[in-house]
């Protein structure tokens, strides 16, 4: 029979009256022993009144996790998700969770304690009740602690974990973050997921949003998300998981991870430094390989148009003085025109009639010890005289499926593509085929950009019933995976290099380097140049150690009227040869046309460009030495190449807030100029630490203070560390290339 409206509500409060009691009897029985501790391992695993904390007994005094004031470290939800793509090209989502049951107070009533394990058990209770948790922690290293939480609830498929934070504690890491290093105060999503255009700057991103399906994006989207996170005192935690999941950093005295699973696992890491507990992740997530000696070489130049125009251009490099590591050609498969400009066709073969003696085009590069990259990702046109690959794809069953067993067909700007499905076996074994046989094999490529892999959709269709919501995340992983076994089965793994802009936690166990997206042509720190610093810095600290940029942004906007194309967003002579001097900094000096190459300024547009442009890859090309050395760090130990300051500077709050500024290792500190107009820039010294302008050998900055210094165009601001052992190798060879 039912009950009545007033018999129902005398049931729940009573319900919630016997939970609340049961409740405090299990926390009057949770509070026994605080003071008590127990080794897991090397860790520490120390009784409190609310709770628990976690130390290591290489620094006793420092917590490395805790519980909350209030003790409520795990909460418990039921919820169902609404997941919706959308943005021009398809790869954003909208997520609507609706929560129907939370359980969000937690009793401590039992501790088991093993050889290098122990388990936390108890209950959540909330207004349906109260379920049981267990919390089993396992040293697997001297340096990870592996957690895993679940519950004895029916149907739970949310986990919050909880932990003490100070105010003053800074979050560094969760990938290639792209707006803010310091994460501080925001909730951060982990979802791959296109960057958008415009990511929040006022009126374009409104615009972008308005004509492109919502594709202007956030500052907290990003292609390459990571789970993990180092702070500022020192502690550092990563989920294992590859469902969705946030960080909500705004609570004064706690912070919170949410994932979208019923069971959450992760590890909490020790290290003594910054660089340590990078080690540390990448014991897991993956260290980059040595990049080959041929990258050291000097720049690697977009170029396109067939092959008198990359003759044309390519002669215009050498008349210059530009040495050169490599022309990257990205129309190699064909050029198509659509409403975002010119596109590729993604039938993944060479296209002779654009490209005729390909071949003599590579062996003049390989003469000059430069090489040849092209372009491909893990779509595939249908479009008909270029869907070759497609149809082979579709016969075969290794297209992501709609519900019906069709194509799942994804929309780029007007056209759409076929997505292949890595969770085939068979898929994987055909595509690294195509990459064997076409791209080096016919092709000759000694490398490519391997783009895309945010979009495969929460509603697909996957091979043995995979599930996306897993898979989503985990799909850059397996792209650029494929790609990695592809050179090594062709025998090349030692000369041939790809670059991902998707990435996950372990990508960086395949990919061989990464690229921060599509930045605007601008200037801002929504999507612009200074975008690509942070996300520099940001992806270095979660293992993304080769990182790079395109030189001079992609991204333009133009307006068409009255028969006329009037740039709205197109880089000038000045962000160019500000960006070229960036580059010379990073992993690789990579240029880029952009996506309309005719509104934007070229290294031959102008003269100043061209001699920019070989300065800078001679800058680059002279670092070479001292670079591979950092690189050789990032192959052993996941060092960054591109470091915060942070990561060598830990006793100095100041360098917490630092977004523009960086180190190249430990020896040469870059303040680039990101703004036009700027030839003196103010620059922050850190802590014991005493500098030189590189340019001038000038001493420059008193420690721990800010100083303003020279900055013009031509000899950014950067400086040498005294008493760097690198010293004399940098000095020199930068001399050998004539710039210093």
């Given at each position: 029979m039912a009950l009545g409206r007033r018999e129902f509500l005398t049931t729940a409060a009573s319900a919630v009256a016997a939970a609340t009691l049961e409740q405090k009897k299990a926390a009057a029985q949770s509070a026994a022993s605080p003071g008590e501790r127990h080794s897991i391992g090397q860790f520490i695993f120390d009784r409190t009144a609310n709770g628990f904390r976690l130390?290591?007994?290489?620094?006793?005094?420092?917590?490395?996790?805790?519980?909350?004031?209030?003790?409520?470290?795990?909460?418990a939800e039921k919820a169902t998700a609404d997941i919706a793509a959308f943005g021009t090209p398809e790869g954003s989502y909208r997520i609507k969770d609706a929560v129907t049951a939370i359980f969000d107070r937690a009793s401590v009533e039992a501790i088991d304690f093993a050889p290098n394990r122990a388990r936390v058990a108890g209950r959540l209770f909330g207004k349906p009740g109260a379920i049981g948790y267990q919390l089993n922690f396992e040293a697997v290293s001297p340096s990870h602690l592996r957690f895993v939480i679940s519950t004895k609830g029916d149907a739970i498929n949310r986990l919050r974990l909880r932990a003490a934070s100070a105010a003053d504690e800074a979050f560094f890491g969760f990938g290639e973050q792209l707006t803010y290093f310091n994460q501080k105060g925001k909730v951060v999503p982990i979802l791959v997921q296109e960057h958008g255009v415009g990511r929040?700057?006022?009126?374009?991103?409104?615009?972008?949003?308005?004509?492109?399906?919502?594709?202007?994006?956030?500052?907290?989207?990003?292609?390459?998300?990571?789970?993990?996170?180092?702070?500022?005192?020192?502690?550092?935690?990563?989920?294992e998981n590859t469902q969705y999941s946030a960080f909500d950093l705004r609570g004064a005295r706690h912070f919170e991870i949410k994932v979208w699973s019923g069971t959450m696992t992760g590890r909490i890491l020790y290290g003594k430094t910054p660089l340590d507990l990078i080690e540390s992740y990448t014991d897991y997530s993956g260290r980059m390989r040595a990049l080959p000696d041929w990258v050291h070489n000097g720049a690697i130049v977009c170029v396109q148009g067939g092959t008198a125009v990359v003759r044309s251009k390519l002669a215009a490099l050498r008349e210059a003085g530009v040495p050169l590591a490599g022309l990257w050609v990205q129309d190699w498969s064909g050029a198509r025109v659509t409403s975002a400009g010119t596109q590729l066709w993604w039938d993944w073969r060479l296209d002779e009639s654009h490209?005729?003696?390909?071949?003599?085009?590579?062996?003049?590069?390989?003469?000059?010890?430069?090489?040849?990259?092209?372009?491909?990702?893990?779509?595939?046109?249908?479009?008909?005289?270029?869907?070759?690959?497609?149809?082979?794809?579709?016969?075969?069953?290794?297209l992501v499926k709609k519900a019906d067993g069709t194509p799942y067909l994804i929309k780029n700007t007007d056209f759409f593509?076929?997505?292949?499905?890595?969770?085939?076996?068979?898929?994987?074994?055909?595509?690294?085929?195509?990459?064997?046989?076409?791209?080096?094999?016919?092709?000759?490529?000694?490398?490519?950009?391997?783009?895309?892999?945010?979009?495969?959709?929460?509603?697909?269709?996957?091979?043995?019933?995979?599930?996306?919501a897993e898979w989503h995340n985990r799909y850059p992983v397996e792209w650029a995976e494929v790609n990695r076994e592809a050179i090594e089965e062709a025998g090349r793994g030692d000369d041939v290099v790809f670059f991902n802009r998707s990435g996950f936690s372990q990508s960086p166990k395949f990919s061989t380097l990464f690229w921060l997206g599509d930045q605007m042509q601008t200037w801002d720190e929504y999507d612009g140049i200074k975008s690509a610093v942070v996300g520099l810095l940001s992806g270095g600290v979660s293992g993304f150690s080769l990182l790079h940029g395109d030189a001079g942004g992609y991204v333009t906007l133009s307006l068409h009227l009255a028969g006329r194309k009037i740039p709205l967003v197109a880089r000038n002579d000045e962000l160019f040869q500000r960006w070229m001097e960036l580059a010379a900094f990073t992993s690789v000096f990579r240029t880029h046309e952009g996506l309309d190459p005719t509104i934007a300024a070229q290294f031959d547009s102008a003269p100043a460009n061209a001699a920019h442009l070989a300065r800078f890859a001679k800058v680059y090309k002279g670092l070479a030495a001292y670079r591979k050395h950092l690189i050789a760090d990032a192959a052993e130990r996941g060092y960054p190449v591109v470091r915060?300051?942070?990561?060598?500077?830990?006793?100095?709050?100041?360098?917490?807030?630092?977004?523009?500024?960086?180190?190249?290792?430990?020896?040469?500190?870059?303040?680039?100029?990101?703004?036009?107009?700027?030839?003196?820039?103010?620059?922050?010294?850190?802590?014991?630490?005493?500098?030189?302008?590189l340019w001038s050998g000038a001493d420059r900055g008193k420690a721990g203070s800010w100083n303003r210094v020279p900055a013009p165009l031509s000899k950014p601001a950067v400086f040498l560390r005294k008493g760097a052992a690198s010293a004399e190798a940098i000095r020199g060879g930068l001399k050998g290339v004539g710039v210093l």
């Open positions: 130390l290591h007994s290489g620094s006793p005094d420092r917590v490395l996790w805790e519980s909350p004031p209030d003790g409520n470290f795990i909460i929040g700057r006022p009126v374009l991103t409104q615009l972008i949003d308005m004509f492109a399906d919502g594709g202007g994006g956030n500052p907290y989207v990003t292609e390459a998300p990571a789970p993990h996170f180092i702070s500022s005192h020192l502690r550092s935690l990563f989920l490209y005729p003696q390909w071949r003599e085009l590579i062996t003049d590069l390989q003469n000059s010890g430069a090489r040849m990259l092209i372009y491909i990702n893990p779509f595939l046109s249908n479009a008909a005289g270029h869907d070759m690959l497609f149809k082979q794809a579709a016969a075969n069953g290794y593509a076929g997505l292949i499905d890595l969770a085939n076996p068979g898929t994987r074994s055909w595509i690294k085929t195509i990459i064997k046989n076409e791209l080096i094999g016919k092709a000759g490529a000694c490398g490519w950009m391997a783009d895309f892999g945010e979009a495969l959709p929460f509603d697909g269709k996957l091979y043995g019933d995979a599930k996306p915060h300051l942070f990561l060598h500077y830990p006793d100095d709050p100041k360098t917490h807030a630092l977004r523009y500024q960086f180190l190249l290792g430990p020896d040469l500190m870059v303040a680039p100029a990101l703004d036009p107009g700027v030839d003196t820039l103010d620059v922050y010294f850190p802590l014991r630490s005493e500098w030189t302008d």
